[in-house]
């Protein structure tokens, strides 16, 4: 994780000149040890911007070669704008103390670990942020509450990620990405096939191949994810058959989904997702406008010496067929 320090004045003295080295250390390595960890870069495109907010959107595809005989026309084909997601940018903001007797005395444990845990509250924020969205988009929300603020998460086509009935931009039918069906290896493979189909605003198939299957923390649902994609064989059919799921999946368990979603309906959500077309085409895209900022300064009236982070970013969902949820009661049923 890159940070970037400033101090301030008042802090050239001997008491926190020993003590800004050491902090610090003490931010950075917690800082990458952190991001090494975390799943946002899996499930979000992350980019940078220097801009207030960014205007997300995509192109029709064009309709094709049509055939015109010997010495005929060139027919004029053309793509059009698709449907646009504005994202703005938000700051976030957090601080720290040491008292000027902590460094006196030369309580080290006691300074290791609050730079620690602030880096940690910075990161465990992102996740968390990262968490809500997904958590908020499989209940079916349009917007979310988090830490205080409404965020935006429906997709450009301005219904929620997840559902039944997105509209075409240009032609076509509506489609679904919700479907009703509980996790198994017979869901698995009809889910992939029903997102092998998904067409664009103009109709078009795309080239989507679902590769990741992310769930919460619920230990029967691993339990049928990783029996349905561990083994090269089928061990439950009488001639021990070729399991073709084996070995194609990379598979996220995010605790922090869990506090988001609601694991008392009886069916656990499963989402199946397409990390190349999300990196390529930006279905959940994660912004930072300004990486975080740390800052040290002397409070006059008590002489610590306190820090400050500050950094500018947001995250929302744009198009929508990067992703399809599964377990959900309000669903649709996966086709054959």
Not at 143 to 150: D, E, Q, T
Not at 167 to 189: C, I, M, R, T, Y
Not at 224 to 234: H, N, R, S, W, Y
């Amino acid at each position: 994780m890159k940070i970037t320090f400033s101090e301030g004045s008042g802090l050239n003295d001997s008491i926190y000149g020993k003590c800004q080295a050491a902090i610090r250390m003490f931010l950075e390595q917690r800082g990458e040890q952190f991001e090494k960890q975390s799943v946002l870069k899996d499930l979000f495109l992350m980019g940078k911007s220097e801009n207030y907010g960014d205007l997300m959107t995509t192109m029709t595809a064009m309709s094709g070669f049509e055939p015109v005989g010997e010495n005929g026309a060139y027919p004029l084909d053309g793509m059009q704008e698709g449907y646009q997601k504005l994202l703005v940018y938000d700051t976030w903001k957090d601080s720290f103390s040491i008292s000027a007797e902590m460094m006196e005395d030369s309580k080290v444990m006691d300074m290791k670990k609050q730079p620690a845990a602030f880096i940690t509250s910075y990161n465990r924020s992102r996740e968390m942020f990262g968490a809500a969205l997904y958590g908020g988009a499989i209940s079916g929300k349009t917007s979310v509450l988090f830490k205080g603020r409404n965020f935006d998460i429906k997709s450009a086509d301005q219904v929620s990620l997840f559902n039944t009935k997105h509209p075409p931009k240009v032609s076509g039918e509506d489609q679904s990405n919700k479907f009703n069906d509980e996790f198994s290896v017979d869901a698995l493979g009809k889910m992939e096939t029903a997102m092998h189909l998904f067409r664009g605003d103009n109709n078009e198939i795309l080239d989507v191949a679902p590769d990741t299957i992310l769930i919460p923390e619920v230990a029967s649902l691993k339990n049928k994810v990783f029996a349905a994609i561990g083994a090269d064989k089928e061990p439950t059919t009488a001639n021990n058959a070729f399991n073709y799921q084996y070995g194609r999946w990379t598979v996220i368990v995010w605790s922090y989904l869990n506090q988001f979603v609601n694991l008392t309906t009886g069916k656990a959500p499963w989402i199946l997702l397409d990390s190349k077309y999300n990196q390529t085409y930006g279905g959940a895209v994660w912004n930072d406008r300004v990486q975080l900022a740390v800052r040290s300064t002397v409070d006059e009236n008590t002489d610590a010496n306190v820090w400050r982070g500050r950094s500018r970013f947001n995250a929302t969902f744009n198009d929508w067929r990067f992703a399809a949820v599964g377990g959900m009661t309000d669903g649709s049923a996966l086709p054959e």
